[in-house]
Nanobody
């Protein structure tokens, strides 16, 4: 399994921005779709955004479209989540995850259960 480490979370006011990063331990990272998930207290984990192996296919949950941007740099084994216009309801622990089968689409991350997860990074948006 790929080891994943997230960073970039924090406390921000509503309307602000944060950029999350997720670094993978292996170069094989570059052949897997990646996803950002989040889980708020008392709620189920949900897929926020996903990106395919080479970055030319992305997926966003409806409430994130136009505000969040997922990207990846395979030379750095890193996937990013740029979050703009943050709202209090975006408060959650954000996790990155890697697909378990190579070269699948971003949309796949919404229907499979990844086997590689990071430890999560807390994002808190104050009103």
């Amino acid at each position: 399994q790929v080891q994943l480490v997230e960073s970039g979370g924090g406390l921000v006011q509503a309307g602000g921005s944060l950029r999350l990063s997720c670094v993978a331990s292996e170069r094989t990272f570059s052949i897997y779709a990646m996803g950002w998930f989040r889980q708020a207290p008392g709620k189920e984990r949900e897929l926020v955004a996903a990106i395919n192996w080479n970055g030319d296919n992305t997926y966003y949950a409806d409430s994130m479209k136009g505000r969040f941007t997922i990207s990846r740099d395979n030379t750095k084994n890193t996937v990013y989540l740029q979050m703009n216009s943050l709202k209090p309801e975006d408060t959650a622990v954000y996790y990155c995850a890697a697909d378990r089968v190579a070269f699948r689409s971003a949309q796949t991350m919404g229907v499979v259960t990844p086997t590689s997860w990071g430890q999560g990074t807390q994002v808190t948006v104050s009103s």
